[in-house]
């Protein structure tokens, strides 16, 4: 539930962030001011890995010597998936901003963007899956991915949901 309020919230700070601010701006943080898209982008993804670490430790059984090698590897794919993380919520910072006066070209750029993080996203999966084999059984392995994989659709369903659509 946590997760599903943040991602509300970054929708929301980021259409108001990006409409307080100038375009191009960086501004330095003053005490009370509201937060930068950059500010709340890095929140947002603190508190979906944080969540998500902590579902995955609590449907996994590791041992003491699996634990010690997974989770610094698993810190490593996160902050992989972090860069595919941030250009997609800054593409849906974009969208937001200009979704009224959306013409073809860009539409069609926001819909191959999508395809493109998608596609990157499931490579990185893919490539991790191997990495993680290397410290885990298999089928444990497998379960890690699940886990991600549902975690990540449900958190794409929740931020599309409060999304319009393209007209």
Same mark, same amino acid.
């Given at each position: 539930m946590r997760t599903m309020s943040a991602? %509300?919230?970054l929708?929301? $700070?980021?259409?108001f962030s990006a409409s307080a601010a100038a375009p191009g701006s960086q501004q330095p943080r003053t005490e009370g001011a509201p !937060?930068?898209?950059?500010d709340?982008?890095? *929140?947002?993804?603190?508190? &979906?890995?944080s969540s998500r670490a902590d579902i995955l430790s609590k449907n996994l059984t590791l041992t003491?010597? =699996?634990?010690?090698? %997974?989770? !610094? $590897? %698993?810190?490593?794919?996160q902050k992989e998936q972090n860069v595919i993380m941030d250009e997609h919520m800054k593409a849906i910072q974009t969208f937001v901003n200009s979704f009224q006066s959306l013409d073809d070209a860009a *539409? $069609? *750029?926001l819909m191959n963007g999508h395809f493109d993080r998608d596609t990157r996203m499931n490579? &990185?999966?893919q490539r991790w899956l191997a990495e %993680? =084999?290397?410290v885990l059984p298999t089928k444990m392995v497998v379960r890690v991915m699940q886990i991600d994989r549902r975690l990540s659709l449900m958190q794409q369903i929740e931020t599309a949901a409060r999304i319009p659509l393209a007209h």
């Open positions: 991602v %509300f919230v929708v929301c $700070l980021v259409g !937060p930068t898209v950059d709340v982008l890095k *929140a947002v993804r603190a508190d &979906l890995q003491a010597e =699996q634990a010690a090698k %997974f989770w !610094p $590897l %698993f810190d490593k794919y *539409a $069609l *750029a490579s &990185l999966r %993680f =084999q290397k």
